[in-house]
């Protein structure tokens, strides 16, 4: 850990998720902050499929800081589950339910039921920055190269 006092994010729980718990860490030294399906009963998720699943929080990320929700490592090598849209930004200004946007890129249903671990929650701090327009940019070696073009290896 940084040693640091730490950034504190207030979280609301939602009508209806009051059983379920707060973002934690899996382990001590984990970056990401667990998020839990708030579900009413088990959804299946078919191939293809793209759906919204809501977490039951809401949260107050403070002025200079973003949260990230991304996918779990777990759900994507397992299930073939990924998120449409990974990471998925929290803006410091944002006050509705975190949702999740999943996608089944695996060959046969997954279900997901009430308190399942479903993305993770990363909280950064945001530099300052400031766009200076100019006529040229800085040299580098791979210029204005795009997709591909530094090679394979």
Do not use: W
């Not at 991304?70 to 994507?76: E, F, I, K, Y």
Request: hydrophobic share 40%; aromatic share 2%.
């Amino acid at each position: 850990m940084s040693g640091g006092a730490p950034v504190v994010v207030k979280v609301r729980r939602l009508a209806g998720a009051g059983d379920l718990p707060l973002p934690e860490q899996a382990t001590s030294l984990a970056a990401g902050f667990d998020l839990r399906a708030c579900l009413d009963g088990p959804r299946t998720i078919v191939p293809g499929e793209r759906v919204a699943i809501p977490t039951g929080l809401a949260v107050a990320i403070p002025a200079g800081h973003e949260a990230q929700v991304r996918p779990r490592s777990g759900l994507a090598i397992k299930q073939g589950l990924g998120m449409v849209n990974a990471p998925g930004t929290i803006d410091a200004d944002y006050r509705g339910e975190i949702r999740v946007i999943l996608i089944n890129h695996g060959q046969e249903p997954v279900v997901l039921r009430r308190g399942d671990r479903i993305a993770q929650l990363v909280v950064q701090r945001l530099p300052e920055v400031a766009f200076e327009e100019c006529a040229e940019l800085p040299p580098t070696e791979r210029g204005d190269g795009g997709f591909g073009h530094t090679g394979e290896r």
